[in-house]
């Protein structure tokens, strides 16, 4: 089995994520992920529930390999599976047999495109799900979303959640009892289960939905600048993101984190801590936030995969000077990083000396215990793009795409944005790469 313990989820492949993510977006974190992190855990279904991972596949020839494929050839990207297959075409198959809810038809070329490149039968090549993560999920919602809430959520939008968090998943739970090995708590379930509270879904309707779709039925019914429907998509992302937290935990894997608003960062500290069976938070004993200029994404993917995968090994100090600092955060531990990524940067812009740079906002927060994510919420600037924030049980590393004086070069200053249904801090103004 690999050593995957660093590795953080790849969470904008999940679907939820993925249907408002467009294929830049997944592109710029594929490759800023590769660069920066160890390696990438992905559970089986995201193989399958992202759009945007199926065009960067499918769109190379055949004869030639893309780059989420050659990542995963070198064991940069490990595939999280319900249970041994032999080949993606098998992990279709039992998606579909044990009735997941997601949108599994006309993926077949996908699966044969994946189990040609990579040997997901091979031991070493794949994790197995540990047994009852159900289980864990369903004790994470009772957790956060059952009795007093957490610091930070709005007691209205709290109050108006009341009959999701309680008569949802109660419901939820006795539907997943029903289903082929289900057991604990599904979150297609619960999906299905609000939908029927919310008045938009008939629970005896075959065929699946996922959140987008149930608060777009909502939107129409109560309209979408109402206080209802904000409370129903505040719902949403908090079970998406207790999900993750407890999928990468199940794992051994670290959680990849997005939230918009005070009430999700309020849910995610109740998560993050308990997932990693710890007490509360403790304060920050060290941090560091270092800009780089580094290769625009467009012009590092037009390099051949095998340029750009070896181009990381010269972050080789970098990456293992990040995990000493967040273990053990010192002045020491801090400068060896900062100035590993400084010079991996430096390295970086040596193998493209005529790209235009692009900044990219790095920060590491070593805590006590685990990240309390107040400061991965400030991370989120006014002058900068979406950030991810991956946390593990020392602390977290969250980095971002960023256009400095962007609104200045361009004689614009409009504010930041929150799509409808989506978890992400973007730009209003395009982002160029």
């Known amino acids: ?65 893309s780059l989420f494929e ?41 699966a044969e495109r994946l189990s040609s490149s990579y040997d997901l039968g091979a031991e070493a090549n794949r994790v197995i799900w540990p047994l009852r993560s ?23 939008i709290w109050q108006l959640t009341e009959g999701l968090r309680h ?21 297609g379930e619960l999906i299905r289960v609000a939908g029927s509270l919310l008045g938009v879904l008939d629970l005896t309707t075959q065929g699946t939905i996922g959140r987008d779709e149930v608060l777009s ?12 429907y ?31 608003t005070p009430s999700s960062a309020g849910v995610l500290q109740r998560a993050v801590p308990s997932a990693a069976g710890e007490g509360s938070p403790q304060s920050v004993r060290d941090e560091f936030t270092i800009d780089i200029e580094i290769p625009q994404v467009r012009r590092l993917l037009k390099w051949p995969p095998e340029k ?46 005529a790209s235009p740079y692009v900044s990219l906002s790095v920060q590491a927060v070593a805590t006590g215990a685990a990240p309390t994510l107040l400061a991965a919420a400030e991370f989120a600037r006014p002058d900068a793009g979406p950030y991810v924030a991956t946390t593990a049980s020392t602390g977290y590393l969250a980095y971002q795409y960023a256009e400095k004086g962007r609104h200045e070069e361009k004689g614009r200053h ?14 209003s103004c395009p982002t160029a790469q």
């Open 1 to 65: 089995m690999p050593d995957h313990a660093d590795f953080p989820l790849f969470t904008i492949t999940d679907g939820s994520l993925d249907a408002n993510t467009d294929a830049n977006e997944f592109e710029t974190r594929l490759v800023h992920g590769l660069l920066l992190e160890p390696g990438l855990v992905m559970g089986d279904a995201y193989f399958f529930s992202s759009a945007n991972l199926k065009e960067h596949v499918l769109g190379r020839a055949h004869d030639s390999v």
């Open 70 to 110: 050659a990542a995963m050839k070198r064991g940069l990207i490990i595939p999280a599976l319900r249970q041994p297959a032999k080949d993606f075409k098998a992990v279709l198959g039992y998606l579909r047999n044990q009735q997941m809810r997601g949108h599994y038809d006309e993926l077949d070329p996908l």
């Open 134 to 156: 159900g289980v864990g999920y369903e004790r994470l919602i009772q957790h956060c979303l059952l009795g007093q809430p957490p610091a930070g959520v709005d007691s209205g």
């Open 167 to 187: 008569d949802g998943v109660i419901e939820a739970k006795r539907l997943t009892m029903l289903l082929p090995e289900g057991e604990g708590l599904r979150r």
């Open 217 to 228: 039925r909502y939107a129409r019914s109560v309209g979408e600048e109402s206080v209802r």
């Open 230 to 260: 904000t409370a129903a998509k505040e719902f949403f992302d908090w079970i998406d993101e207790i999900h993750r937290v407890n999928f990468a935990r199940s794992l051994g894997a670290r959680p990849s984190v997005f939230t918009s």
């Open 308 to 353: 750009l995968l070896s181009a990381r090994d010269f972050g080789a100090a970098w990456r293992d000077s990040a995990r000493h600092f967040l273990a053990d955060p010192n002045t020491v531990t801090r400068h060896s990083a900062e100035n590993a990524l400084e010079e991996y940067a430096g390295e970086l812009r040596n193998l493209a000396p």
């Open 414 to 427: 409009e504010k930041d944005s929150v799509s409808p249904g989506r978890n992400i801090i973007e730009p």
